[in-house]
């Protein structure tokens, strides 16, 4: 089936530690971004990338970094400079064209 | 956009019954929005989506309404079910290959 995969679902991390978090897309998306969403709020968007090798910081991309290497993957890296990283992370991929993003089921980072 | 915290509003229907979600937004050149649900733990879900050429669309049991002149959008759903219980989260955007914006969302609650 068609789909975003993130991984992992669930994640803890000790302060200071870096984190990545896998997204792959086999919808043959030329797009994909990650959102940041917190307990109450709406989707904040950090990094997105519209074509393989670029990729452009969002609103709140302080702290983090991606890469896009392949078509399919963009992987988020929580660095142990982001002050308040415990939150639910969701990779999204659309054409590029269309507004209508498609979601992964997300994953959650707790950092102890 | 603007948080409001940890306390979304909430709307609690009957089962049965029609329900209202509304969402002002933000950039009156935004031209197309679009509704998402997501259920607890789990990623946004495409509900229907919207031009700013029409003031009404329809999908299955949903129906979105656009008021361009206060900038405020709608979700009905009608006969409204216990699988409809979740968060739902308008956004908006302008032209083709801009970013989505979300709104902070709404809980739906239904009462069995």
């Known amino acids: 089936d068609g789909g975003i995969t993130q991984s992992p679902k669930y994640l803890f991390r000790k302060e200071g530690q870096n984190v990545t978090l896998s997204c792959e897309q086999n919808?043959?998306?030329?797009?994909m971004y990650w959102y940041r969403q917190d307990p109450g709020q709406g989707l904040r968007l950090i990094y997105y990338?519209?074509?393989?090798?670029?990729?452009q910081k969002g609103d709140i991309a302080e702290g983090y970094s991606v890469s896009r290497e392949k078509k399919e993957s963009f992987p988020l890296t929580v660095t142990s400079a982001q002050k308040n990283p415990t939150a639910f992370y969701l990779c999204?991929?659309?054409?590029?064209?269309?507004?209508?993003?498609?979601f992964g089921e997300g994953s959650r980072l707790t950092v102890l | 956009g603007e948080s409001v915290g940890l306390h979304l509003p909430t709307l609690s229907v009957q089962e049965g019954d029609n329900s209202i979600i509304n969402c002002a937004y933000s950039?009156?050149?935004?031209?197309?929005f679009i509704w998402y649900k997501q259920e607890s733990g789990k990623g946004p879900q495409f509900i229907i989506d919207?031009?700013?050429?029409?003031d009404k669309r329809q999908g299955q049991r949903v129906t979105v309404l656009l008021n361009k002149t206060v900038k405020h959008l709608s979700l009905q759903i009608a006969a409204t079910q216990p699988g409809d219980s979740a968060v739902y989260f308008c956004?908006?955007?302008?032209?083709?290959?801009?970013?989505?914006?979300f709104g902070a969302g709404t809980i739906l609650r239904v009462k069995s």
């Open positions: 990338s519209q074509i393989v090798n670029d990729f």
């Open positions: 956004a908006e955007t302008r032209g083709y290959g801009n970013k989505l914006v």
């Open positions: 999204a991929s659309n054409t590029g064209i269309t507004g209508e993003l498609f």
């Open positions: 919808l043959n998306h030329d797009a």
């Open positions: 919207i031009r700013s050429n029409m």
């Open positions: 950039n009156s050149a935004s031209d197309y």
